[in-house]
Structure formats: structure tokens, C-alpha cells
């Protein structure tokens, strides 16, 4: 199995299992919230992630931990008195779904190529102003530092959806909430985080025990934290090797996929993400035909979702567009030999069905 779907999750680094397995031994149980001793040494373990983890994010704030990066934008656009928010056309679900919850929400257009004019007008009445950093279907990289310093100047908070960014780019400039997810950089899933910048202030979405300075409750797992930890370090230690392995892998799939076309910008891109189109492709034919390659359908904006692409309608691709295309997602432990050979097998399953 060719496994090419990134965006949907990554791979569990070796070295964030590792450092996972320590708290799930037969010694490794304790609630980090107790105040005895093996409670206390699990609590030291949550602190030395919440640093690492930290380091993913600009200095000037604080890192709560939260289940998912879904529960960390729900707590950055719930949990604050904002009121209307304005949020990109091609925002997750995460956020254009929680962002309706206001009654009230403004829609941020991009162009053709996917990425967001930096000087696009803001409606007065937004209070939260809300651009992700990078696109989860088609990579697209957004001016989020341009974006954040016109929030600030609009007296709005800037909140940065940095889910697919994270640990593989410098992290978003200037945004006052962001929020990230482990199993996006090589981590486990079932945790994310809300950076937090100190003076921003928010309130709980999920009461109970006041964990997390209060803002959200909840036992935390610190075999989940100390594998995001692990990871993002390792992410941050290995961010320019990582960069440069998935550029080599681009242009050799770009090279195979030559007569595809590329939906999105190709300049202004995380290079990990290829989504292409081939008019008249039946992509659901071709994932039935290539089996051992694990990719998704670009016209769905979530696996298994069924709802159709928000984001490449955003983009003025017509419907048939949008189902003629797919997603190849490729990073760390993608060698080039088994990307050229699925992209081969791809293109060659293509042509069979005449297009
Ligand atoms: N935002 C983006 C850009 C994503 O790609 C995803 C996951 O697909 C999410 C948010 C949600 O992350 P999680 O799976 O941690 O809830």
C-alpha cells in the first residue's frame, strides 16, 4: 500500500510512539491532576510537552490542550465575546461551521488560484477575522501575517487555523488564536491545541474540572501529550530536511502528472499537496482500480463526508471540475521510488478510462 493522503493524517513518527509507550506502561497510569507522586511525574510529562509543543507557535502566549484542533477552533470562536465573524471560502469545516454558530458570518472570497487577496476588505461588523495558513485540500499558503496585521488595525482578533502548516512552515505571524493538531505533524490523534495570545481572553467552552487553567476541563492523557511533544519537536528539528525531501517529491510527481492539471497555485503552495484534475476522470472508478494507493477524491472536502468541495467551488471550478479531481498527499516517510511508481499507475488507470 502507497499511503498518499497527508492531509487526511500523517504517519506516527517512530520517535513520538516512543516517547507515548512511557506513559502507557504498567507505572505510567497516573492522572496527571493528582497530587501524589506518580501524579505529579505524569504532570511533569504534560509540562515538558506543553514546551515543545509551545515551540511550534510565536513566543507571547500560552498552549492549552484540547482533544482535537476541532475543539481548539471551536474554543477560539465560541469561547470569545466576538460577535460576527469573517472567515476565508475555503476555511475547514472546523471553523465555517463553528463560525455560523454567531448567526451571523461574513465569507472572505480568494481567487482563482486559491489564495486570499492580503488587502481583501473586512466587514466592519467582524470582530474575529479568521484565515487558515494552510489549505488542507489543495495546500494553498494564505498571507496570514499581512491578514493578521489589518485585523489588528480593524480592532478584530485574528484567528490562524495553522492545522496543516504546522511544523512544516514558519509559524503564522501576528495572529492572536491558533490552533494545531498532533496527528497532522507525525503525532498521535486525539489531541490538538489553542495557542493563546497573553491578553486575549477567552472563556470556557467545556466546564467541569478546570483543567487547563480553566479553560478546558477534562483529564488530560499524557501519553497523547508526550507523543504531540515528541513530534513537534522532532517536526521543528527536522523542518528543513522535511521541506526539502517533499520538493524533490513534487517535481517528480509533478513530472509523471505532467498533462494533469493543478488546481490551486503552484508557487504559493505546501508542496506536499498535489491536487489534480483530468477532465472526464471518474475518480471513484480509479480508487476502485488502484487499490494499493491510499488517496482522496479531491471534490470532497472531507473523507467520507459526502458534502461536495466547498473549496474548489470557491476556486469557479464547475461541479464536473471538482469530481474530475483527486488529492495526493505525500511527506516525510514517502520515498520518491513509490510516488513515481503510484503516480504511474494512476495516469496509466487514467487512460484506460480514455482520458
Ligand atoms: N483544520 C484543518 C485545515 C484540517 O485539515 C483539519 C483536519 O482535517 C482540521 C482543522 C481538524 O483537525 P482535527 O482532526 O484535529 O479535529
Request: hydrophobic share 45%; net charge negative.
Amino acid at each position: 500500500m502507497t499511503y498518499l493522503d497527508y492531509q487526511a493524517t500523517t504517519p506516527l513518527a517512530p520517535e513520538a510512539r516512543a516517547a507515548m509507550l512511557r506513559w502507557l506502561a504498567d507505572d505510567g497510569f497516573a492522572n496527571p491532576h493528582s497530587a501524589h507522586r506518580p501524579g505529579r511525574a505524569a504532570a511533569a510529562a504534560v509540562e515538558v510537552a506543553r514546551e515543545q509543543v509551545a515551540a511550534l507557535f510565536p513566543p507571547g502566549g500560552k498552549v492549552v490542550f484540547t482533544g482535537s484542533a476541532t475543539e481548539a477552533l471551536n474554543l477560539a470562536i465560541r469561547g470569545g465575546p466576538y460577535g460576527p465573524a469573517a472567515v476565508s471560502a475555503i476555511e475547514h469545516a472546523a471553523v465555517r461551521d463553528t463560525a455560523r454558530w454567531f448567526g451571523e458570518d461574513f465569507e472572505l472570497p480568494v481567487g482563482a488560484d486559491g489564495v486570499i487577496d492580503p488587502e481583501v476588505p473586512f466587514p466592519d461588523e467582524a470582530k474575529l477575522i479568521a484565515v487558515m495558513q494552510v489549505n488542507n485540500e489543495i495546500g494553498t499558503i494564505q498571507p496570514v501575517a499581512r491578514l493578521a496585521e489589518r485585523a489588528k488595525a480593524a480592532g478584530a482578533l485574528f484567528l490562524c487555523d495553522a492545522v496543516q502548516g504546522a511544523g512544516k512552515i514558519a509559524p503564522p505571524a501576528g495572529a492572536d488564536l491558533i490552533a494545531v493538531s498532533a496527528h497532522k505533524l507525525y503525532g498521535p490523534k486525539g489531541i490538538g491545541a489553542l495557542w493563546v495570545r497573553d491578553g486575549v481572553h477567552l472563556s470556557p467552552v467545556i466546564l467541569g474540572g478546570g483543567q487547563e487553567g480553566g479553560l478546558r476541563s477534562g483529564t488530560l492523557s499524557p501519553a497523547l501529550c508526550a507523543g504531540f511533544g515528541a513530534a513537534a519537536a522532532l517536526s521543528l528539528e527536522r523542518m528543513e530536511q522535511d521541506a526539502a525531501h517533499v520538493e524533490t517529491l513534487w517535481t517528480a510527481a509533478r513530472d509523471v502528472l505532467s498533462r494533469w492539471t493543478l488546481n490551486g497555485s503552484a508557487e504559493q503552495r505546501w508542496h506536499g499537496n498535489l491536487n489534480l484534475r483530468l477532465d472526464g476522470l471518474d475518480v471513484g472508478r480509479l480508487m476502485s482500480e488502484c487499490r494499493t494507493i491510499a488517496f482522496s477524491a479531491g471534490s470532497a472536502c472531507a473523507s467520507g463526508s459526502g458534502r461536495p468541495s466547498h473549496v474548489l467551488a470557491a476556486l469557479g471550478l464547475s461541479a464536473a471540475q471538482a469530481k474530475n479531481s483527486i488529492r495526493l498527499g505525500f511527506g516525510r516517510y514517502t520515498t520518491r521510488d513509490e510516488l513515481i511508481e503510484a503516480c504511474r499507475t494512476l495516469d496509466a488507470a487514467a487512460r484506460t478510462q480514455g482520458v
